[in-house]
């Protein structure tokens, strides 16, 4: 993030990962929003729900109101926000409920509604993943994709201009 261009400050980080290496360093008094989201919080009857989601929606939702400027946003990380689409799916099931196909499949189209939302916004995103090893099917070639379960670390950076990768 050191090396943004000016004009792309201020920028909102949502910060999923709490604790966030990405804005470590000098950074002017204004350029950087944060918003540390919660993984869970528990409701008046003591009862722990997860929020990190709905949280998220809720400052891309201001962004788009124009309630809350910016020039960038940024998402740290992709992986994290995805398990919490998941966790948000889930919190109605039974405890002990595992993800089916069903739930894998809602937080498929929940995160990709999400970058869509945010694609949305006509301003600079960054989303911040994990990383695996993937190998193209037909080419045998492999590269790195988001570390998301099924074909959503090979279809998300296809909304993007650019794709970066750092070790």
């Given at each position: 993030?050191?090396?943004?261009?000016?004009?792309?400050?201020?920028?909102?980080?949502?910060?999923?990962?709490?604790?966030?290496?990405?804005?470590?360093?000098?950074?002017?008094?204004?350029?950087?929003?944060?918003?540390?989201?919660?993984?869970?919080?528990?409701?008046?009857?003591?009862?722990?729900?997860?929020?990190?989601?709905?949280?998220?929606?809720?400052?891309?939702?201001?962004?788009?109101?124009?309630?809350?400027?910016?020039?960038?946003?940024?998402?740290?990380?992709?992986?994290?926000?995805?398990?919490?689409?998941?966790?948000?799916?889930?919190?109605?099931?039974?405890?002990?409920?595992?993800?089916?196909f069903d739930e894998w499949g809602a937080a498929?189209?929940?995160?990709?509604?999400?970058?869509?939302?945010?694609?949305?916004?006509?301003?600079?995103?960054?989303?911040?993943?994990?990383?695996?090893?993937?190998?193209?099917?037909?080419?045998g070639i492999e590269q790195g994709v988001p570390?998301?379960?099924?074909?959503?670390?090979?279809?998300?950076?296809?909304?993007?201009?650019?794709?970066?990768?750092?070790?």
């Amino acid at each position: 993030l050191k090396t943004l261009p000016k004009s792309w400050f201020p920028a909102v980080l949502l910060d999923i990962e709490r604790g966030s290496r990405a804005l470590e360093g000098q950074f002017e008094e204004g350029e950087f929003l944060t918003f540390l989201l919660e993984d869970q919080v528990a409701n008046k009857n003591g009862i722990l729900r997860p929020v990190a989601y709905a949280q998220s929606l809720g400052v891309v939702s201001a962004i788009q109101e124009n309630e809350l400027k910016c020039n960038t946003l940024i998402i740290d990380s992709i992986t994290r926000l995805y398990n919490a689409i998941l966790d948000f799916g889930l919190k109605d099931a039974a405890e002990d409920k595992k993800p089916g196909f069903d739930e894998w499949g809602a937080a498929l189209r929940s995160t990709i509604k999400f970058v869509q939302l945010c694609a949305q916004l006509n301003k600079n995103i960054i989303f911040i993943g994990h990383e695996k090893a993937h190998a193209n099917e037909v080419t045998g070639i492999e590269q790195g994709v988001p570390a998301l379960s099924g074909q959503l670390g090979t279809l998300l950076p296809t909304y993007f201009d650019e794709v970066l990768h750092t070790i």
